[in-house]
Nanobody, 122 residues
Framework: QVQLVESGGGLVQPGGSLRLSCAVS????????MGWYRQAPGKQRELVAT???????NVADSVKGRFTISRDNAKNTVYLQMNSLKPEDTAVYYC????????????????WGQGTQVTVSS
């Protein structure tokens, strides 16, 4: 049973910071791309940032310069450091990962975390 467990969300004032974490557990061989997405009320889920196993990143323009994605491959964990938060960053943030699974027959499967709420408000 694979699990993606997120933590670190909460309520923060505009201009503040939060750090999200997402730990992957279960039967996996390796992890390819990991990322963060967010969904605000009444809006579609959107990409925030992704990172490959070698550390290449892709960050949405709306958060570029404020958010930083990183990962610890030894801990199967991805992080999202969020600085200079704005009210428009308020959303449920979801962790996503492409996991390599299997022995003789390898497959790459996509998994989502349960989401963590981030609220930016004074």
């Amino acid at each position: 049973q694979v699990q993606l467990v997120e933590s670190g969300g909460g309520l923060v004032q505009p201009g503040g910071s939060l750090r999200l974490s997402c730990a992957v557990s279960g039967r996996i061989s390796s992890i390819n791309v990991m990322g963060w997405y967010r969904q605000a009320p009444g809006k579609q889920r959107e990409l925030v940032a992704t990172i490959t196993s070698s550390g290449s990143t892709n960050v949405a323009d709306s958060v570029k310069g404020r958010f930083t994605i990183s990962r610890d491959n030894a801990k199967n964990t991805v992080y999202l450091q969020m600085n200079s938060l704005k009210p428009e960053d308020t959303a449920v943030y979801y962790c996503n990962a492409y996991l390599v699974q299997g022995g003789l027959k390898i497959s790459v499967n996509n998994y989502w975390g349960q989401g963590t709420q981030v609220t930016v408000s004074s």
